[in-house]
């Protein structure tokens, strides 16, 4: 008798929540949208973190953030890219590592392995990693969020 499990259901709300969160602390890190510029600042001898912005349009920025170190193999550097909607004050995750076109939700399994709500956990991903760059002293004193 095969068995059938319930399929993964997105938590819109929370995504949206969490993507509020993160543009705020994403705010609090860039001193500019504009095309091309690069924000990098370290958290520590072995922790340089570059954020640096790919595209920009009238109400978005898609930008990349990752972590560079040259004790590391590129392989073991967490990179994202994420998009940054200014008229929504949202920013989310849109590829992390290898993974572009982050859906919604998989079924599992699946061949990559991608967790069913894979989308909330490279969201909650970044929102740890601003997290910890804002509690290292990284962000902009005053940031006034516009």
Not at 64 to 85: A, G
Request: hydrophobic residues 40%; proline residues 6%.
């Amino acid at each position: 008798m095969k068995r059938f499990s319930k399929k993964y259901v997105p938590d819109i709300a929370a995504l949206n929540t969490l993507c509020e969160h993160n543009f705020i602390l994403l705010a609090g890190l860039v001193r500019g949208w504009e095309f091309n510029r690069i924000n990098q600042f370290e958290t520590g001898p072995q922790a340089v973190f570059q954020i640096q912005v790919i595209e920009c349009s009238k109400f978005t920025n898609v930008i990349e953030m990752r972590q560079l170190s040259t004790s590391l193999p590129d392989m073991m550097q967490p990179k994202v890219m994420i998009r940054v909607y200014h008229d929504v004050k949202m920013a989310e995750v849109i590829a992390s590592q290898n993974m572009t076109r982050i859906q919604p939700s998989y079924m599992y399994p699946n061949p990559h392995m991608h967790q069913p709500d894979e989308k909330m956990q490279v969201n909650l991903f970044l929102n740890d990693w601003l997290k910890y760059c804002h509690e290292n002293g990284l962000a902009l004193p005053n940031q006034v969020f516009g």
